[in-house]
């Protein structure tokens, strides 16, 4: 069965570094997404990208972020300078449709942790 | 804004009847979803609801949706070892027109033997 894969699983980074985190939506689908959840919160809807382009994006989703496709299977989140409060669970997903309903199949995540 | 709540935890006995329950502010919202979470796994998209239906029944599964009360059920007969998992409810907002789920923060299922 086709899946979304993330990696890496865990990332421990110092604060003010850079992270990249990578995601490998399903291949037919079209719409990908990040989330996150903080330990004990909700997950939290961060942005939506489209035809290359971002469709959507929370308020948590600042200049700090950035996404991308750089070749056409990978999806990353960039993280250019984290904070302690970054420290999270993010999750990729993917869709093949969006509107009507969204049938995300999602990751297995990447545990981000910033000391 | 938006908002999904859900009680964090359940707990009951192999065999009996799980019904995990949780409300929603968003009476715009096309369709209501159940996912799962297992440990180590991601997100599982169990089941979802079109909002002008009451009842959506999938095998083991029941979802009832109350959308006057705002009130989004999910139910499993024969609560097995292998659902204890958190549960998570999500809405779409803005009647789905985006991609973007809210989700709530979660029901941890624990099914003792």
């Known amino acids: 069965e086709p899946e979304v894969t993330q990696t890496p699983s865990h990332q421990v980074t110092q604060m003010g570094q850079e992270v990249i985190l990578r995601c490998v939506p399903i291949s037919n689908h079209l719409y990908f997404y990040w989330y996150r959840q903080i330990l004990g919160q909700k997950v939290e809807f961060l942005v939506s990208?489209?035809?290359?382009?971002?469709?959507?994006k929370s308020e948590i989703f600042d200049d700090q972020f950035s996404v991308e496709r750089p070749d056409g299977s990978n999806f990353t989140l960039k993280i250019r300078s984290t904070k302690l409060e970054d420290s999270a669970m993010y999750f990729c997903a993917s869709s093949l449709r969006q509107g009507a309903v969204t049938e995300a199949f999602f990751g297995q995540g990447t545990r981000l942790t910033v000391v | 804004g938006e908002d999904v709540e859900q009680s964090l935890f359940l707990s009951v006995r192999e065999g009996d009847s799980s019904v995990i329950n949780c409300t929603y502010t968003d009476s715009s919202s096309t369709y209501l979803y159940w996912y799962k979470q297992e440990p180590g796994a991601g997100l599982q998209l169990l089941t979802y609801i079109f909002s002008n239906m009451d009842m959506k029944q999938d095998q083991r599964l029941t979802v009832l949706l109350n959308k006057k009360d705002k009130h989004l059920s999910l139910r499993i007969t024969d609560t097995q070892t292998g659902d204890s998992a958190i549960y998570f409810c999500a809405e779409s907002p803005y009647g789905g027109s985006q991609g973007n789920l809210i989700f709530g923060k979660g029901t941890k299922l624990s099914v003792k033997p």
């Open positions: 990208f489209y035809n290359n382009e971002i469709s959507e």
